[in-house]
Every structure is written in C-alpha cells, then in structure tokens.
C-alpha cells in the first residue's frame, strides 16, 4: 500500500503563490493515480488535480484550471501542486491521494489511499 506525505500549506495573500509537495513510498502501480482533494470549512471533499503515475495526463478542476498546474517528480515519487492566483475560496486543507483509476481520472475519481492533508490559508 502506498503511503502518502503532504507538505507546503501555509498562510499566503490573495493572489500570492504557494507550492504543496506529496511524498509517496510504499507499494505503487504504474496504473495508479495521484493528485489533490480538498476540503473547506462546512463543504464537502473536491477533486483539484491529478495526474497518471507516469505523468503522461492530468486533469484538473474547473475553478483551479489555468492558475495550478500538478506535476511529478518519478526520481523523487513526489507529487507537487503549484498554486498561483491564489483566492480566498482556495482556502482549505489540501490532501494528496493515490490509487487505481476507479472512476477515471478526473472529479469522479475515487481514490483508496489518503494523506493527512495540509492546510491552505489566503488571507488578504
């Protein structure tokens, strides 16, 4: 089972920048899919990003299209989440997921492995 290790939230102004790292290690699969999730105060759970494990396809959310972009380091099996244009609405905790492709990727994608999440504030 693959184990998942997010880093890089914090406190950024509106229309600052911010990058979120996800190490992974553990038992993976060139199948698999990794990406972002996250979820703000009193709101459920939503797709950001992900990415295939080769990194050959993304996806992404249409509130965050055009200002992140999630990439992956194979060398390092790190996932990164580049955020720029940050809003106020982009506030909430960010969790890296991995997993088989249940659902495809993209919004329906139904991860089975979870990190711990990190939180994103943007503050004016």
């Known amino acids: 089972q693959v184990q998942l290790v997010e880093s890089g939230g914090g406190l950024v102004q509106v229309g600052g920048s911010l990058r979120l790292s996800c190490e992974a290690s553990?038992?993976?699969?060139?199948?698999?899919?990794i990406g972002w999730f996250r979820q703000a105060p009193g709101k459920e759970r939503e797709f950001v990003a992900a990415i295939s494990w080769a990194g050959r396809r993304t996806a992404y959310a249409d509130s965050v299209k055009d200002r992140f972009t999630i990439s992956k380091d194979n060398a390092k099996s790190t996932l990164y989440l580049q955020m720029n244009t940050l809003k106020f609405d982009d506030t909430a905790v960010y969790y890296c997921?991995?997993?088989?492709?249940?659902?495809?990727?993209?919004?329906?994608?139904?991860?089975?492995?979870w990190g711990q999440g990190t939180q994103v504030t943007v503050s004016s």
């Open positions: 553990g038992t993976t699969s060139s199948t698999y899919i």
């Open positions: 997921a991995a997993g088989a492709p249940w659902g495809g990727l993209g919004p329906d994608w139904k991860p089975e492995t």
